[in-house]
């Protein structure tokens, strides 16, 4: 059985970076396309960046330029490097992997930005 668990979340204040990471506990994990979603309060879940299995990386317009998504397949493990962060930013971050028709989400982190 999958399991992902994010970590990395927090407070930080604005201008300020986080860097969130997601471990995948089970096998395969270079097969996943790995992506990052967030959901504010009140607001539905969306889709910021994704990874495919050969590093092809796509980002949302709200994230460009500020946002990094990496993977070390050695260690199993997907990254979200966010820099420049804005109180807009603020949500909890999922963690997401897919691989035809498997699909599993982490619990999720928070990500809470101070104006």
């Known amino acids: 059985q999958v399991q992902l668990v994010e970590s990395g979340g927090g407070l930080v204040q604005s201008g300020g970076s986080l860097r969130l990471s997601c471990t995948f506990s089970g096998s395969d994990f270079g097969l996943y396309v790995m992506n990052w979603y967030r959901q504010a309060p009140g607001e539905q879940r969306e889709l910021i960046t994704t990874?495919?299995?050969?590093?092809?990386?796509n980002y949302a317009d709200s994230v460009k330029g500020r946002f990094t998504i990496s993977r070390d397949n050695a260690k199993n493990t997907v990254y979200l490097q966010m820099n420049s962060l804005k109180p807009e930013d603020t949500a909890v971050y999922y963690c997401h992997g897919g691989f035809g028709r498997w699909h599993y989400w982490g619990q999720g982190t928070q990500v809470t930005v101070s104006s």
């Open positions: 990874i495919t299995t050969s590093g092809t990386t």
